[in-house]
């Protein structure tokens, strides 16, 4: 399997998958899938009994070139497979939510709004990739996009107390000093992540690589200001960390439970406080074993 790993495997089979059966039998709905499935749809095989409809996108075959869609249509292959209409869109997703179009000419066009929204990254939010070959947009750029295309959506369908899932997986890394620091203004993140200043902190050029509690602060931030710009209330589940499939791969995974607020309410309803999240402890799976990251004591997941 190309971008899967046996921590990666747990996180989906262990942290994801009840909560997503949960919120699925509780409210008696299927979820309207988006996002970043693989060519081998592994996240789609395991969920497939919880999923309406399936909106998917595929990276081009060349990273670096930005060309190529063969991987995608075998994406396609695997969706028809699996009993899902073949919509998968050849390309970056942020490249194609930007421009509406993805590499084969195809015009993105959202038709409902989504319930479960997979965000597989390979690398680090704060890295860029290029757009009509001369303007460049960052990945966490790309998840206020999509907060906004879903308040756009919600309001179209009409529904009132929606909620959606967001699991967010990342590269453990930042990029740009200024460009974190300053969206870590807030005297509680500002402090919360000086007293980590010096906790596993590894860089190579410009990139600030594994340091976990800078990267939960600065996610938190950006993406609940996206949240809360578009009335969407959120739920924090813990930071968890595993390793991709490489060595030298660190990953981060978020589980964001979103709701959508009235569209009269002039802000969103707390549903956490900033504090309440950065104490949760960070978890990491390690040895096959779900742990407490800081103390290596072990953790039960959830059931």
Request: hydrophobic letters at 40%; proline letters at 4%.
């Amino acid at each position: 399997m190309r971008f899967d790993s046996l921590g990666k495997r747990k996180v989906r089979q262990e942290w994801n998958t009840p909560l997503i059966r949960k919120l699925a039998e509780s409210h008696s709905v299927k979820y309207h899938y988006f996002g970043l499935p693989g060519i081998e749809a592994l996240d789609l095989v395991l969920w497939q009994q919880y999923i309406e409809s399936v909106t998917a996108f595929e990276a081009p075959d060349d990273p670096r070139s930005g060309t190529g869609s063969g991987n995608a249509a075998k994406l396609e292959l695997k969706l028809v497979e699996l009993g899902f209409e073949p919509r998968c869109y050849a390309g970056f997703l942020e490249n194609v939510i930007q421009t509406k179009v993805d590499n084969r000419g195809r015009k993105f066009i959202p038709d409902k709004f989504y319930t479960l929204l997979n965000l597989d990254f390979c690398s680090h939010l704060t890295s860029r990739t290029l757009v009509d070959q001369a303007k460049v947009t960052a990945r966490y750029d790309t998840l206020g996009r999509i907060a906004a295309m879903q308040r756009d959506l919600w309001k179209s369908d009409g529904i009132c107390g929606s909620i959606w899932l967001i699991t967010l997986r990342t590269e453990v890394a930042l990029s740009g000093y200024q460009l974190w620091r300053t969206n870590l203004d807030d005297q509680i993140l500002g402090e919360w992540v000086d007293s980590y200043n010096d906790r596993d902190r590894v860089y190579r050029g410009n990139v600030l690589f594994f340091n976990p509690f800078k990267l939960k602060a600065f996610l938190y931030k950006t993406i609940k200001a996206a949240l809360d710009g578009v009335r969407f209330s959120s739920y924090w589940y813990p930071m968890l960390l595993y390793q991709g499939n490489s060595p030298s791969s660190r990953m981060a995974h978020f589980m964001i439970l979103c709701h959508a607020n009235h569209i009269g309410n002039p802000v969103p309803v707390p549903l956490q406080t900033m504090e309440d999240f950065l104490k949760d402890n960070i978890l990491q799976v390690k040895d096959g074993r779900l742990i407490n990251y800081e103390t290596n004591n072990e953790i039960m997941s959830p059931s």
